[in-house]
């Protein structure tokens, strides 16, 4: 993360997707810890300081954009389910969150 881009981009990176296959991709955001964690499959995979952005809260005018590379280019593929709290998931709420969207009670 580069001050420069404070404060519109954080990045968490994870492990390589499959190509053709589903995953259930999940990001946590704790402003009061400051700290942003991404899981894949139900599974934490990797973590952010985000002391950068502060604690402020994001406001109803602000943009909320999924599927864009670090390199600013789109994702060329599909988005589904996407859901947005008001509150940090925690790690048992995203595994079983994972396991119900896939319909098979397994996350993939």
């Known amino acids: ?50 002391a950068i952005l502060g604690t402020n809260a994001v406001t109803g005018n602000d943009a909320l954009n999924f599927g864009i590379a670090a390199t600013g280019s789109p994702f060329s593929g599909s988005l589904d389910n996407i859901a947005v709290y008001d509150f940090v998931l925690q790690p048992a709420d995203i595994q079983a969150r994972c396991k119900a969207d896939t319909g098979t009670g397994t996350c993939p």
């Open 1 to 50: 993360m580069q001050e420069s881009e404070w404060p519109h981009r954080v990045a968490v990176g994870l492990s390589p997707l499959t190509r053709d296959t589903w995953a259930h991709l999940a990001w946590t955001v704790d402003r009061t810890n400051q700290v942003m964690k991404v899981y894949k499959n139900g599974v934490y995979e990797n973590q952010q300081n985000i």
